[in-house]
């Protein structure tokens, strides 16, 4: 499967964005696919993810309510809806997918197979 990242832009503190992951490919209805960022200087982290089949959802800590992840099988596209966007939020964003990824490895990157390019927000003051 191919991914296709989108929505990244500029944003002010406490603004919104949502994130568009595109995938083509068949079976999309059979990976979990999750968000991670990475900040300069930082490693990548877990952002969110939502699972293959019945879509169940995960979050990272720090999200806390702000973000909602969604996805449409029938698009082959997964969103981010952030919300309350903080400073600490400026990343480039990749999205990932794996096919019938095990509830144990959703957080983790090396687990997943298919990555996009990424897409950058950036959040302002």
């Known amino acids: 499967v191919q991914l296709q990242a989108s929505g990244g832009g500029s944003v002010r503190a406490g603004g919104s964005r949502r994130l568009s992951c595109s995938a083509s490919?068949?079976?999309?209805?059979?990976?979990?696919v999750a968000w991670f960022r990475q900040a300069p200087g930082k490693e990548r982290e877990f952002v969110s993810a939502?699972?293959?089949?019945?879509?169940?959802?995960y979050y990272g800590d720090f999200v806390k309510g702000r973000f909602t992840i969604s996805r449409d099988n029938d698009k082959k596209t997964v969103y981010l809806q952030m919300n309350s966007l903080q400073l600490e939020d400026t990343a480039v964003y990749y999205c990932?997918?794996?096919?019938?990824?095990?509830?144990?490895?959703?957080?983790?990157?090396?687990?997943?197979?298919?990555w996009g390019q990424g897409t950058l927000v950036t959040v302002s003051s």
């Open positions: 990932a997918a794996a096919s019938f990824l095990h509830d144990d490895y959703y957080s983790v990157g090396r687990y997943y197979n298919f």
């Open positions: 490919g068949r079976a999309f209805i059979n990976y979990t």
């Open positions: 939502v699972k293959y089949g019945v879509g169940t959802t």
